[in-house]
T-cell receptor, first 114, second 114 residues
Framework: DTAVSQTPKYLVTQMGNDKSIKCEQN?????MYWYKQDSKKFLKIMFSYNNKELIINETVPNRFSPKSPDKAHLNLHINSLELGDSAVYFC?????????????FGPGTRLTVT | GDSVTQMEGPVTLSEEAFLTINCTYT??????LFWYVQYPGEGLQLLLKATKADDKGSNKGFEATYRKETTSFHLEKGSVQVSDSAVYFC?????????????FGGGTRLMVKP
């Protein structure tokens, strides 16, 4: 079984549309994350979320919003898509206990905005 | 804020050559340090980690030592293989950083030729 899964793997859409990317983890972890990887492979944290708090990277536009229906899922909603949103989006999860933890990453969703 | 700087790639080596990928960091707290690897078309996988000064992380022949005095965490391998071709990311998690989010370096692409 895949530990962290994302759907869809590829997403092509037009500017101005609203889209969602789903993420599920079956590891029983209490914290989930979303990262954006641009065309130069640079990775940037977007959100960190557990059942207690949502931490947002201040550089993330408010068109992006994470939604967690339950502990195992953290979906990413994007409104009014822009060309610059084209990237690979990675979901990750971890069991946070002090600073000694590992984040497990999903396979990524390649978003292309035309 | 926290930051991670690693050498730009691509790094091209012949099989069995010695590998070093430099990584330095700045952090406000007392970070844990990680190396992640991304194989083509895949998500990130944890390669190794170190949580305190002078710790050495190791896995699959790769090693990195947490050097607080030089704020470095250089990745080394004595003899690379073609299968090591991938993008390597140095990252930190700062104890002062809420949400346990990872700060990544820009990634270094390694290409190993037979």
């Amino acid at each position: 079984d895949t530990a962290v899964s994302q759907t869809p793997k590829y997403l092509v859409t037009q500017m101005g549309n609203d889209k969602s990317i789903k993420c599920e983890q079956n590891l029983g972890h209490d914290t989930m994350y979303w990262y954006k990887q641009d065309s130069k492979k640079f990775l940037k944290i977007m959100f960190s979320y557990n059942n207690k708090e949502l931490i947002i990277n201040e550089t993330v536009p408010n068109r992006f919003s994470p939604k967690s229906p339950d502990k195992a899922h953290l979906n990413l909603h994007i409104n009014s898509l822009e060309l610059g949103d084209s990237a690979v989006y990675f979901c990750a999860s971890s069991q946070v206990s002090g600073a000694d933890y590992e984040q497990y990453f999903g396979p990524g969703t390649r978003l292309t905005v035309t | 804020g926290d930051s991670v700087t690693q050498m730009e790639g691509p790094v091209t080596l012949s099989e069995e050559a010695f590998l070093t990928i430099n990584c330095t960091y700045t952090a406000t707290g007392y970070p844990s340090l990680f190396w992640y690897v991304q194989y083509p078309g895949e998500g990130l996988q944890l390669l190794l980690k170190a949580t305190k000064a002078d710790d050495k992380g190791s896995n699959k022949g790769f090693e990195a030592t947490y050097r607080k005095e030089t704020t470095s965490f250089h990745l080394e391998k004595g003899s690379v293989q073609v299968s090591d071709s991938a993008v390597y990311f140095c990252a930190l998690s700062d104890s002062e950083n809420a949400g346990n989010m990872l700060t990544f370096g820009g990634g270094t692409r390694l290409m190993v030729k037979p």
